[in-house]
C-alpha cells in the first residue's frame, strides 16, 4: 500500500512553545490530506481536512489560530501548535488521499506523540 | 446522534478461534462506505477491508470477512483463526458521499487474543 510518514514521531516541548509536525505522502500525490487527534483508549477525532493549495476546513471546536494546517504541495502537509499547553498533549495522526469518492482509500502515518510539559 | 456504533470496548479470543467484532451505523445517504482499521500498540492504522453500500456480497481479504447486513445497518468485521498478533484495537468508520471524503470513525474494540 501507499506510504505516509510523520516526522517528528514524538516530541516533548515546554508549554508557550509552537511545534511543527510534517505528513508527507511518499509514493503518490494526494489530493487532500486529514489531520487526527487521538487521546488514550480513545477514537480519532478529525480535526481538518486540506487541499493543496487551498486553506484547511476545520472540525467545529478546532482552534483554526491555534492549530495552524498548511498544504503547501501534492506531498507535504504540516500541522503547527502554537503556543502549546499540556492540554494539547496528544497522538497527532495524519491521513492522506489521492483519490475521491467513497472508495479511494486512506493511508494513515504512523502518528506522533506530543507532550507538552 | 452516533454515526458509527461500536459496542464492544473488549473482546477476548482464544489463538485459532474466530472473532466477531460488531459495528453498526447510522446514515441516510444511500451511497457509503464502511472500513476497518487496525491500530496496534505502536499507533499506526492498519487498512483491512472495505465494504460499498452498493457491494452485493460481503467482502473478504484473507482472514477478515465483513458480515454486511443493509438492512439492520450493520457491519460487522469476523476475523478467522485468530493469531497473537491480531490484538490491538479495531475501528469501524464510514464515509459518505455527502459527507466531503471525510471518514468518521467508532470509539473502537480492543481485541486481546491469548494463546
Known amino acids: 500500500g501507499a506510504v505516509v510518514s510523520q516526522h517528528p514521531s514524538w516530541v516533548i516541548c515546554k508549554s508557550g512553545t509552537s511545534v511543527k509536525i510534517e505528513c508527507r505522502s511518499l509514493d503518490f500525490q494526494a489530493t487532500t490530506m486529514f489531520w487526527y487527534r487521538q487521546f488514550p483508549k480513545q477514537s480519532l477525532m478529525l480535526m481538518a481536512t486540506?487541499?493543496?493549495?487551498?486553506?484547511?476546513?476545520?472540525e467545529q471546536g478546532v482552534e483554526k489560530d491555534k492549530f495552524l494546517i498548511n498544504h503547501a504541495s501534492l506531498t507535504l502537509s504540516t500541522l503547527t501548535v502554537t503556543s502549546a499547553h499540556p492540554e494539547d498533549s496528544s497522538f497527532y495522526i495524519c491521513?492522506?488521499?489521492?483519490?475521491?469518492?467513497?472508495?479511494?482509500?486512506?493511508?494513515f502515518g504512523p502518528g506522533t506523540r506530543l507532550t507538552v510539559t | 446522534a452516533q454515526k458509527i456504533t461500536q459496542t464492544q470496548p473488549g473482546m477476548f479470543v482464544q489463538e485459532k478461534e474466530a472473532v466477531t467484532l460488531d459495528c453498526t451505523y447510522d446514515?441516510?445517504?444511500?451511497?457509503?462506505?464502511l472500513f476497518w482499521y487496525k491500530q496496534p500498540s505502536s499507533g499506526e492504522m492498519i487498512f483491512l477491508i472495505y465494504?460499498?453500500?452498493?457491494?452485493?456480497q460481503n467482502a473478504t481479504e484473507g482472514r477478515y470477512s465483513l458480515n454486511f447486513q443493509k438492512a439492520r445497518k450493520s457491519a460487522n468485521l469476523v476475523i478467522s483463526a485468530s493469531q497473537l498478533g491480531d490484538s490491538a484495537m479495531y475501528f469501524c468508520?464510514?464515509?459518505?458521499?455527502?459527507?466531503?471524503?471525510?471518514?468518521?470513525f467508532g470509539k473502537g474494540t480492543m481485541l486481546l487474543v491469548s494463546p
Open positions: 491521513s492522506a488521499r489521492w483519490s475521491e469518492g467513497i472508495r479511494g482509500e486512506q493511508y
Open positions: 465494504q460499498g453500500s452498493y457491494d452485493q
Open positions: 486540506s487541499n493543496e493549495g487551498s486553506k484547511a476546513t476545520y
Open positions: 446514515t441516510s445517504d444511500p451511497s457509503y462506505g
Open positions: 468508520a464510514m464515509r459518505e458521499r455527502s459527507g466531503y471524503s471525510t471518514l468518521t
